[in-house]
């Protein structure tokens, strides 16, 4: 039996986890080696807290995977612990048997991820299995629990008819929305054939109550890690709702002494519904290391994660700033020590900070303060109700179609929103633009373009707006600025670029065609802070070259 649990817990080549497909872009299994990564930084950090200790040498500490998908955290966990303890626990079954059972728990989120995470961790799919390398378990599941759920719906007005599972005639709503995660009724109400993606760690009211019923009473976790899922469908699946917020906010409510979690990074700037959860984060003074991945490929090889991912650590005795680091192209940056609560939202790369406080510091207008808001006009991209030709009285319409500028006619009347906005000269900005630096240097922004007035534009556009021809033509030179387009990109994590995204840039007098050299100048820029900017920002020439 011995030798049967030291070969299980040897490293295999291959490993099949760094090879196995993901559930979905939702559910994104961690590679084993940056999930190394993650446990070598909490390692490092609990030696810090505990005089050199080896976190590994522990028998006493719990761990706690709450989304655990492949097993590949516990089962790295149960592998460091075994070579840590061997002086506790000379014999190797002892030695497992004490970890599986007394300091390794995991809680799945499907139940093939509980198969899976068992066989990478039990070495069987059940862990009192003739194949298990664990002897002490009694139930199946062991320590890596998987139930299901269902959403709690509430709010639903529409009434429809239906049977339930013992084939009754009952009523129920039909368009509510889930009082925990909030995601659509009508989208996950699946019945018990289907995956309803009701994830038991963030549907519990009392979730310590909960924990302790299946790991055992006053259950207290050390360290909780893992890689929990980051978005749910919605709209019909036309837009996607993040979810990986609640599972953070789950997390801390078990205070761990450590937790480690990675997660997408679009909750620094931006992300439907992620204010409340970027305020606490940006002024939770736990949060001792970020680790900052603007491309997710390097981490997640396979997917792409809009705006990159990241992962913290949280230290329930930590009183210092954060340690930022940054990595891209196989490069790191860091660790700078970081004020978190700084800014409203994160500026991820630290060379970036400098340059903003000493643009700040002017305490000058913001340029939103002649930039329209989204669909200033009213007009969706998609609207159809305008004329190709001209008739008399009519406005130009600028919108965009298949990838194209274009413009198309529309009479005054039918102008019902901002019409006070129609006889000003505007510069154009498509709303989307680049990729959200995913490739550097960065254009940031589509080129801007001028519209005489009378115009107006569909959703498509942002616009900025001013009274005459030369005030539009130094506008447009300013957006076209390496300097603009960089205050632009330390709100901008994705392709779209709304009007919170223009917050830090300053306005400007509107009396000449503006150069970077003037504005570099003007704000105190030193050769090595211009000369990042532009490594990181794209040149775009005037409209006149």
């Not at 190394?36 to 030696?47: F, H, I, P, S």
Request: glycine share 6%; proline share 4%; net charge negative.
């Amino acid at each position: 039996m011995a030798d049967k649990s030291g070969f299980s817990l040897q490293s295999r080549n291959p490993d099949i986890l760094t090879s196995i497909a993901n559930l979905s872009n939702d559910e994104v299994f961690t590679p084993p080696a940056f999930a190394n990564q993650m446990l070598d930084t909490v390692a490092e950090a609990w030696a810090q807290a505990n005089d050199g200790a080896n976190i590994w040498a522990d028998s006493t500490v719990t761990f706690l995977d709450p989304f655990t998908k492949s097993g590949v955290f516990l089962r790295e966990i149960t592998r460091r612990l075994s070579d840590g303890l061997e002086k506790d626990f000379p014999d190797t079954q002892k030695r497992i048997d004490h970890i599986l059972t007394q300091q390794v728990f995991g809680v799945a989120i499907t139940e093939l991820t509980s198969l899976l995470a068992r066989r990478s961790v039990y070495c069987s799919k059940w862990a009192n299995g003739k194949h298990s390398i664990a002897t002490e378990f009694t139930k199946p599941e062991g320590n890596i629990w998987f139930e299901r759920t269902e959403h709690s719906w509430v709010g639903g007005k529409e009434r429809v008819i239906t049977v339930d599972d013992d084939g009754r005639e009952v009523e129920k709503t039909a368009d509510g929305s889930c009082k925990f995660c909030g995601t659509k009724q009508k989208e996950y109400d699946r019945g018990l054939e289907a995956e309803t993606h009701a994830y038991s760690f963030i549907h519990k009211e009392d979730l310590n109550s909960w924990l302790n019923e299946r790991f055992g009473e006053d259950m207290q976790f050390d360290v909780i890690v893992g890689n929990p899922p980051y978005q749910l469908g919605s709209n019909g699946g036309t837009r996607d709702v993040p979810i990986y917020q609640k599972f953070v906010t789950q997390a801390k409510k078990l205070e761990p002494r450590f937790l480690a979690m990675i997660i997408p990074a679009r909750w620094m700037t931006s992300g439907l519904g992620l204010s409340s959860f970027r305020k606490e984060m940006l002024a939770d003074s736990r949060i001792s290391h970020l680790f900052d991945y603007p491309v997710s490929k390097e981490v997640f090889p396979s997917v792409e994660v809009k705006g990159g991912v990241c992962y913290f650590l949280r230290d329930a005795a930590n009183e210092s700033k954060c340690l930022v680091r940054s990595f891209r192209d196989g490069e790191s940056h860091g660790p700078v020590e970081r004020d978190l609560a700084e800014f409203d939202v994160f500026v991820r790369d630290s060379r970036s900070a400098p340059i903003l406080r000493k643009v700040l510091s002017f305490q000058e207008e913001s340029i939103t303060s002649i930039l329209a808001v989204d669909k200033e006009f009213g007009w969706t991209s998609n609207f159809e109700g305008f004329a190709e030709n001209p008739s008399d009285g009519d406005v130009p319409l600028h919108y965009i179609r298949g990838g194209r500028r274009k413009v198309g006619f529309i009479s005054r009347s039918q102008v019902l929103k901002s019409a006070g906005l129609i006889d000003t000269w505007k510069v154009l900005t498509p709303k989307a633009g680049s990729d959200g630096g995913q490739r550097l240097p960065d254009m940031v922004l589509g080129k801007p373009s001028i519209a005489s007035s009378p115009s107006v534009c569909t959703q498509s556009f942002l616009f900025f707006f001013v009274d005459s021809a030369a005030e539009a033509e130094s506008v447009d030179s300013y957006l076209r600025s390496r300097f603009f387009r960089f205050l632009v990109s330390l709100r901008k994590i994705t392709q779209d670029a709304t009007r919170s995204t223009y917050t830090w840039v300053p306005k400007q007098r509107w009396d000449r065609i503006w150069n970077d050299n003037e504005l570099y100048a003007k704000y105190n820029l030193t050769d090595e802070e211009i000369a990042f900017v532009e490594s990181v920002i794209r040149p775009m020439e005037l409209a006149s070259e």
